[in-house]
């Protein structure tokens, strides 16, 4: 198989606090895990590309000192949401690649709410 | 990366077949066509990727002319549990320097009815 679990499912947090998100490949190493944004009736909207062992790679109008990324190791990427605001509500979902395949895996998403 | 044009909604009735066909004119030599399904609150699964002609697995079928500018999911008999936005895909899953990214369009919302 090729299972992605995230943590939390669902998270509340004040205004001007910050989130933590884990994204794991359960059953498979995955050097890259991808951080994606969705609102409610909308697409995926791509984050950021995170790489083991090195800088994750932000699209363009993400901030990256608001979103931080970690990919410590083969099965860990953490997205932090700094400083969250009601605007950074959304279903954050990471996926991950397994390797020898390049199919992308998906988590089940976090769902975000900054009151 | 291809740009993709699918209907936004369709609907059907329980044990027909879905058909939904995805546009993208713009498709590179190597770039592959892949499908997801996502429910309400969860994310997107896999449900298929081709390349040319014809693709099966035990879940949909992926139908892709010689042209290849489009592509058709094919769901057989579908149920109400079949609900669910569907998304078409086009990249090269080789370009390891680009990171695989994926660039999702709108997606199809189908709603299968009793």
């Known amino acids: 198989g090729a299972v992605v679990s995230q943590h939390p499912s669902w998270v509340i947090c004040k205004s001007g606090t910050s989130v933590k998100i884990e994204c794991r490949s359960l059953?498979?190493?995955?050097?890259?895990m991808f951080w994606y944004r969705q609102f409610p009736k909308q697409s995926l909207m791509l984050m950021a590309t995170?790489?083991?062992?090195?800088?994750?790679?932000?699209e363009q109008g993400v901030e990256k000192d608001k979103f931080l990324i970690n990919h410590a190791s083969l099965t860990l990427s953490t997205l932090t949401v700094t400083s969250a605001h009601p605007e950074d509500s959304s279903f954050y979902i990471c996926?991950?690649?397994?390797?020898?395949?390049?199919?992308?895996?998906f988590g089940p998403g976090t769902r975000l709410t900054v009151l | 990366l291809a740009k993709t044009t699918q209907p936004i909604s369709m609907d059907s009735y329980e044990g027909q077949e879905v058909n939904i066909t995805c546009s993208h004119n713009?498709?590179?030599?190597?770039?592959?066509i892949t499908w997801y399904q996502q429910f309400p609150s969860q994310g997107p699964r896999f449900i298929i990727q081709?390349?040319?002609t014809k693709v099966t697995n035990e879940v949909a079928s992926l139908f892709i002319p010689a042209d290849r500018k489009s592509s058709t999911l094919s769901l057989p008999r579908v149920s109400l549990s079949d609900t669910a936005v569907y998304y078409c895909?086009?990249?090269?899953?080789?370009?390891?320097?680009?990171?695989?990214?994926?660039?999702f369009g709108g997606g199809t919302r189908v709603l299968v009815k009793p």
């Open positions: 996926s991950a690649i397994k390797s020898f395949t390049d199919t992308q895996y």
């Open positions: 059953d498979f190493q995955a050097t890259t």
């Open positions: 995170s790489n083991e062992g090195s800088k994750a790679t932000y």
């Open positions: 713009n498709i590179a030599t190597n770039d592959y």
């Open positions: 081709g390349y040319k």
């Open positions: 895909l086009v990249g090269d899953p080789l370009i390891k320097a680009a990171g695989n990214k994926l660039t």
